[in-house]
């Protein structure tokens, strides 16, 4: 599977910037990210079954409701859609709005769209990296805008402990971050990854058993960049 999304696409979708900022919420003097969930937002796993499909068997809700649960035959978490009610929980990811901040390449703390560079690239900024973003580099980390960005790197103790920057020009979908069922008991299968989710592609059988958490896109056409020396020439075009 494989999808992009068109620069007229994009200025129709939720936050771009042509309709407006999504409101935005602080913590405590913090800028919320757009994709942080709040304490507001949860909600029960639900039961999961398993049940026929057109590729084969796989797991379902048992009380499923078509699109709101799944999207492009995966199964996805239940997230609640109130934003702002409660407390943020800044470690964690909303299943649903990074979902949307991939599918309309909007920034990951202020929701806004990342379109309207000259070069029509965007901007990601990945976490304790090691050398450059590799080409074909899989992530669930949707992009940043320039100046949350600059807002991130000094507020976020994570990322001042080390972050690697790129323009990237093509983000196709690759598949998805979840939790994989065993095929024979329905439970769930443990990972080895600190978040606890595995990766797992859209052509890889595995994904009629996953409850999908994460989208996950691939970088391509990377050129990586001096975030300060990027920023410094973004506040420059700016005063």
């Known amino acids: 599977m494989s999808e992009t999304m068109s620069v007229a696409a994009a200025s129709k979708a ?6 407006g900022a999504p409101r935005q919420h602080y913590w405590r003097g913090l800028h919320v990210p757009f994709i942080a969930p709040w304490s507001g937002e949860s ?13 084969g068997d796989g797991i379902a809700y048992a009380d499923e409701y078509g699109r709101a649960d799944r999207r492009h035959g995966v199964l996805w978490l239940r997230a609640g859609v109130t934003r702002g009610r409660g407390k943020p929980f800044f470690a964690e990811v909303h299943a ?21 560079r000259d070069d029509e690239r965007h901007l990601f900024l990945v976490q304790g990296e090691e050398g450059p973003i590799a080409e074909g580099e899989k992530t669930t980390s949707p992009p940043i805008c320039e100046p949350c960005a600059h807002e991130s790197l000094r507020s976020c103790p994570h990322l001042r402990k080390g972050a690697t920057a790129a323009l990237v020009g093509y983000t196709p979908y690759w598949g998805v971050a979840g939790i994989v069922y065993d095929p024979i008991t329905l439970t769930p299968i443990l990972s080895d990854e600190r978040d606890g989710l595995t990766l797992v592609g859209f052509d890889d059988p595995l994904i009629r058993w996953t409850l999908a958490a994460r ?21 420059r075009k700016l005063s």
Not at 99 to 109: F, N
Not at 217 to 232: A, G, K, P, R, Y
């Open 215 to 235: 989208s996950v896109i691939t970088l391509n056409e990377c050129t990586t960049v001096d975030l300060e020396l990027e920023l410094t020439t973004v506040q």
């Open 43 to 55: 909600m029960p796993l639900g039961t999961i079954v398993r049940r026929p499909g057109p590729e």
């Open 96 to 116: 649903l709005r990074q979902r949307q901040a991939m599918a309309h390449l909007l920034c990951q703390v202020c929701g806004t769209s990342t379109f309207g």
């Open 14 to 19: 939720p936050g771009a910037k042509e309709g």
